[in-house]
């Protein structure tokens, strides 16, 4: 294995010769990776693509039709990738994930995503993902923390508007719902109340520190029909990652988290805020190799934006570091070097290409005030969630789209 220093600027877009093999990530009691590959999952994409012919054949009822809009979802799907073909997905508890944003198959959520999906195609189609912070509250000092200015501050919100707000959004089509915070855990009761009483066909993961995620949160929240949750971790080394977060202790409840998670066959994210600092060969690679030994199905890549606690600061990614997160997403998504390892979801890689997802056009956020942004990082309050003209105002807000990217020609 060559050896060349941590600070190492990859040329190319593989990974696999640039990493140094140091000190060894820490373990998780519930280990063992959750992809499968080879003709396992040859055969899990054929009865899925079968599916999506059969919603296909249900939507337009002509099934040349149909076939031919199946056909341009599979082109959008190839350009989304840049060409790229995908060789494992996640399983959990009996559920196949091809991606962190989209419902596991089978399932009615997954359904009702790809007929959003096809609908958009025509430009038909609704919203089909909400992120909703639905807590002001949280025990940590998070050094990137978005909602730094309404941290901690009296809640707005009660359960029964956060149940609202959701179903309005059900009524529009999504089928995956990302709750947030603060530390959403704050408010797991009202959380169960909103998996109890919500309609059926929505998704529902939750994204979390790990803090006080207990066996029997974690029981509560899959009989209430949580789908997986999205750990923040930003280092592989507990001091590290306990520094960044502001909490003593931060890691061990991140690994308890995840192992409870896994316990209760629910599917587990690990998203890193990618600094500049944290960008380099070895962090990549035992990043990588902790989430694969913590059983994780997906790492979530976030740039860190000038807002919130980062508000004026000069934190931005230079063409090096982009360089480098690219090399390591393409690797371990399309190398078959990596097929045990967890898939990676680089939302800034297919902004640059494709344009931003938030805005309407795929997902947008709802703050702790339930008003609506474009995203969790653009800070541009545009209405509030449950007015009568929801569905009217997402329209007109997709026009606007998103500044933050200029799609690479």
Known sequence: MQHVPANAVLPNKRITDYFNYGEKPIKNPVAGSTMVHGLQKKLVKA???????????????????????????????????DKHKILKYA???GRYFFSYNAPGWPSAAFDKYITGNLQSLSHEGGILALIFAITKKCGYQCEHCFEWESLNKKEVLKREDLLGIIQSFQHLGISQLILSGGEPLNRIDDIIYVLNNMK?????????????FTDDKAKQLKAAGLTGIAVSLEHWKPDEHDHFRGK???????????SNARRQKLAVCLSLCATRQFING???????????????????????????????HDVGLHKEHIQMLEAFYT?????????DHPAVIYHEYYSRRMGCSGGGNHYLYVDTDGDVHNCPFCQKKLFHASGD?????????????????????
């Open 47 to 81: 009865a899925m693509w079968c599916n999506i012919i059969v919603i296909a054949i249900r939507l337009y009822k002509n099934p040349f039709n149909a076939l031919k809009k199946v056909r341009q979802l599979s082109v959008l799907r190839d350009n989304y990738r």
């Open 91 to 93: 399983k959990v508890d």
């Open 282 to 312: 070895d962090n990549l690679y035992h990043y990588a190799e902790l989430a694969k030994n913590w059983g994780a199905s997906f790492i979530q890549l976030i740039e860190p934006k000038p807002v919130g606690h980062y508000q004026s």
């Open 200 to 212: 059926a066909g929505t998704e529902a993961w939750l994204f979390t520190s790990g803090y006080h």
């Open 331 to 339: 690797s371990m998504n399309f190398s078959k070097d990596y097929v």
């Open 248 to 258: 003593q202790g931060a890691f061990s409840w991140a690994a308890q988290a995840v």
């Open 389 to 409: 003209s929801l569905a009217e105002n997402i329209r007109l807000m997709k026009t606007g789209g998103c500044a933050n990217f200029k799609v690479l020609q």
